[in-house]
């Protein structure tokens, strides 16, 4: 099949469409053969996980057009709307509350056009009594024990920012249903690569992800899809992080 048969199979089955079509046809042709007739199509990883990673990476992108497309293309993809919504929610800790907020409502504007009722059903397991040490187990369950050494020797005017590290973060969100951990170790390393800047992150959950099961081949596959929506800088900086970690 070519990358032309394949991207229109992909285009048609997840109903995704570029509005430059008729504009800029070119550019369109481009998008949609690099994305679903060779990177897509590669089906190295699960279409569920091929696209909560497009919608974590359009989260912190920004680009709700994206976050739109890709909602509906993940409930034609079998994706709980549960699910979608856990992974615009996981990248709050990363890119910020409110970024996260205008990705919720983008992925709501969608759900609500497909008859899904919201509120959904809670994912929250921790109580404001037990977010902390919830969150905590949830960090030494990805890193070990080296989570109580870098906690033990923060500076005492900092140890505010290890509790909401381990409170918010991990507490707050790694903690709740409807995605595993490995699942959420996949999408935080997405989540690192699409920002930039992030390479000691990005190092320290090439590691994670080692440790609850993804191996070099998970990241890379993630690493691919999310190429197209973060240019070739984002990757390739991404890309020495994890050969650092996990030599060949």
């Known amino acids: 099949m070519s990358r032309m048969e394949a991207a229109k199979q992909y285009t048609d089955k997840l109903g995704v469409f570029s509005s430059l079509a008729l504009t800029d046809p070119e550019f369109a042709a481009i998008k949609e053969r690099l994305i ?21 990476v359009a989260t912190t992108n920004q680009t709700l057009n994206e976050v739109k497309c890709h909602t509906l293309a993940a409930l034609r993809s079998g994706v709980k709307a549960e699910e979608i919504k856990e992974a615009v929610y996981h990248c709050a800790p990363y890119i910020g509350l409110a970024k996260a ?3 919720i409502e983008a992925v709501n504007e969608v759900l609500t056009a497909q008859g899904i009722h919201l509120p959904l059903p809670s994912g929250q397991t921790v109580t404001e009594e037990s977010r902390l040490s919830d969150g905590i187990a949830a960090q030494k369950a990805i890193f070990g024990d080296s989570i109580d050494t870098m906690r033990a020797a923060a500076p005492e005017n900092q140890k505010n920012i290890q509790d909401y590290l381990s ?9 709740r249903k409807n995605l595993n951990i490995q699942e959420r170790e996949l999408l935080t390393f997405a989540i690192l690569c699409a920002q930039g800047g992030c390479e000691p992150q990005v190092k320290a959950h090439v590691g994670g992800n080692a440790a609850v099961g993804n191996d070099k081949e998970a990241l890379l596959a993630a690493l691919t899809i999310s190429l197209p929506y973060i240019g070739f800088p984002r990757t390739l900086y991404a890309l020495s992080c994890v050969n650092a970690v996990l030599p060949e």
């Open 167 to 175: 409170a918010y973060c991990f507490g707050d969100f790694y903690t």
């Open 101 to 103: 907020e205008a990705a």
């Open 36 to 56: 679903y007739g060779e990177v897509y199509a590669e089906e190295k990883l699960s279409a569920k996980l091929r696209e909560l990673i497009i919608l974590v």
